[in-house]
């Protein structure tokens, strides 16, 4: 059976809960609080240097970090990986765009409000003005199809609504994004969360 | 033909060129500005609206971005991803981290330092630690094998040579690093570069 060390907080970590329950996958959740330092003990760091949830470990034991990679190693062989060669590569553009440009500046927004209490009138600005770049890069993204990439649900969808959908709670204001909301929507639909 | 559309001085760039040279791939190198706007005209954000290189025309002029969707693209059917699935899922890993822990960190100092002309000593605090940090990391992982996943070269090490090699320009001290060095020097060989 798979086990998957994670936060319940964590976007990046839901990810791969959500992805394991849509594909049926058997797992033991162990939740491993961030905020508490479970992910620094010495016991943890020999599974994952990097100290950081999701960590995934397979059956016989072998540990993989990093939620991205994870989802791309549980989806495998799935309809959540487009079977083009193109869409597959537009799926992989947005999964390391999440990761680059979305998360830094959505999720820690949202982490330093909501879990830190930081005002927002207080959070820099630059998290700020990227953030609503981020949104609105989305925003245009879904301009011709209902999801990233292509008609049909992808990992691209699921990386990237993790954060989207309580971006809210980092203080950005999602009204001005009706695409962005619709799909919000329609993810959590096919996902069966919300 | 692929069009490839890049900066010379950006590693994410440079990783796109050395895997298209390692493969035989036939391409146009369009050589792309970033520090003198190339990357913002119209023209570009219809192509790209992330306004970012490298960016990748498909003969066929489709887009695609983000360096390492783009390796994966192009390295699809090659030994540099390896054929087994866990090995596969640990350089996806490797990518991802790169992306999220190394590039901002690493990549970022040396842009300040080298090209802003910014002094070493007035560099982010945060910046510095974490690309300390990531290089340890990184020392760590080439413990046990000469490459980053397992005996061969892979995408994981053309994405974390790139940028690795030339933090020295951003004041990062590679000289502890033994097993970096010796790695960085086995990966320029593989990509017949340095």
Partial sequence: ???IYGDSISGNCLKV???????????RWIETGVLTGE???PAFLAMNPAGQ?????????????QSNAILLHLAEGSPLIPADAYERARMLEWMFWEQYSHEPYIAVARFQVRYLEKPVESLEPRIV???????QRLEAGLADSPFLVGQALS???????????V????GFDLAPL???RAWIARVEAALGIG
């Fill in 167 to 170: 971006a809210g709670e980092g």
């Fill in 155 to 165: 990992l691209a969808d699921v990386a990237l609504v993790a954060y989207t959908r």
């Fill in 53 to 65: 949830v999701p960590l995934l470990l397979l059956a016989d034991g072998r540990p993989l970090a």
């Fill in 39 to 41: 992910t620094r003990t």
């Fill in 17 to 27: 809960k959500w992805i394991s329950d849509h594909l049926g996958l058997a797992y």
């Fill in 178 to 180: 009706p695409r962005v």
């Fill in 1 to 3: 059976m798979l086990t």
């Fill in 129 to 135: 003005e990227r953030g609503v770049q981020a949104l």
